[in-house]
Nanobody, 126 residues
Framework: QVHLVESGGGLVQAGGSLRLSCAASGLTFSNYVMGWFRQAPGKEREFVAA????????HAADSVKGRFTISRDNAKNTVYLQMNSLKPEDTAVYYCAARLGYYLPTNNNGQSYGYWGQGTQVTVSS
């Protein structure tokens, strides 16, 4: 059974940093593209960042480019999201997701990701 467990969320002031982690089990981690998505109250889920199986290629949403960095450690079956210069509009529940395959999807709506974590809350105060 596949499990994705996010951690590292919390309350931070604007301008601060957080590092999210997502530990995966029950799958061959290196066979999966990993992604981070977020959903704010009253809003639809949105793509944040994704990384290929070996970490050689990443993609981030324009809203977080230059502030957030996605990375992975295949030896630890873990994907990370380093979030710097946080803004109140980054407040959301953050989810990690796994997509079978080696290359980034052409569509970032999340529909091609087969496994999802339960999410971790990130709250940025102004």
């Amino acid at each position: 059974q596949v499990h994705l467990v996010e951690s590292g969320g919390g309350l931070v002031q604007a301008g601060g940093s957080l590092r999210l982690s997502c530990a995966a089990s029950g799958l061959t981690f290196s066979n999966y593209v990993m992604g981070w998505f977020r959903q704010a109250p009253g809003k639809e889920r949105e793509f944040v960042a994704a990384i290929t199986w070996n970490g050689d290629n990443t993609h981030a949403a324009d809203s977080v480019k230059g502030r957030f960095t996605i990375s992975r450690d295949n030896a630890k079956n873990t994907v990370y999201l380093q979030m710097n210069s946080l803004k109140p509009e980054d407040t959301a529940v953050y989810y990690c997701a796994a997509r079978l395959g080696y290359y980034l999807p052409t569509n970032n709506n999340g529909q091609s990701y087969g496994y999802w974590g339960q999410g971790t809350q990130v709250t940025v105060s102004s």
